[in-house]
């Protein structure tokens, strides 16, 4: 089940955290991954890490919010693989702040990265799959429930999110008669890097106690785990979602089923 075998996957953002979770998990159900980040050392070392387990993957430089390298990466992955059939829109950044506390550089960072850089390999993504009938492929983006509900002081983060779930159920219909299918997840607080580097920024002294009232925060009493994430992403790009398309899956531990304060990253 939720087999990947001969698939082309190609994960941005996927150094580090969830993307790297995903990246691993795909390539032990099969897939052969490319392992796309800002980052190329930290994407060679996932690369490693899949080659080590003999997994299949290639590291590749990338600013997903450069266009002319994100068609330059999709050109090179058709010429080396043929196809790709699974994007995993994954690379994010975050802003903490109010939008009076918000510049126009902040917003920008976030959206050039979130929302601008999401469209763009997601267009590269549909051009192929377009081209490719009928096997089509499966696009699985990585948004927050920060695009559902509003948090506390997350203005271009929350804007960029629901960005990104606008977009995913506009690809999916558009191009559902053309066997794409593209869904959403929309995860709460997942303890990765991006949680760690949060806590040094904001709390350079009182990391260890905030992360634990991080953990109690959460309707669960803990914060999730990366692979919790990529379990997710895994049966979305399956063919045993073969049914869902438009859909954003929240996995956020009763987060956002909980009226009370929500405080997330
Ligand atoms: N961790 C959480 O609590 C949480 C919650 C909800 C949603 N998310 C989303 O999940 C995704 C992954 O988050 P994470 O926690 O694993 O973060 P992370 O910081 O651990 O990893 C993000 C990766 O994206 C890469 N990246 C950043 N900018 C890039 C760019 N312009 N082009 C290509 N790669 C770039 C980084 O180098 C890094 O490897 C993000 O989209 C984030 O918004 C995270």
Redesign the pocket.
Known sequence: MFRLDHKIALV??A?????REIALLYARQGAYVVI????LA?AQRVVNEITAQDGRAQAVQ????DEAQVQAVFARVVQEHGCLDILVN?????HVGNILETSLDDWERVMS??AR?VFLCAREAVRLMVARQPQGGVLVN?A???GMVALDRRLPYSAS?GAVISLTRSIAIDFAQQHIRANAIC????H????E?FLAKNFPTTSDEERDKLHARQPIGRMGN?DEIAHAALYLASDEAAFVTGSSLVIDGGLTADNSVLIF?
Do not use: E, M, Y
Not at 62 to 65: E, S
Not at 192 to 195: E, I, K, N
């Open positions: 941005t953002g150094g580090s955290g969830i993307g796309a980040d800002i980052q930290a990338l600013d997903v919010a994954n690379a994010g950044v975050s990265v979130n850089g990585i927050s429930v920060a999110k995860p709460g607080t997942v990765t890097p991006f949680v580097g990366p990253l």
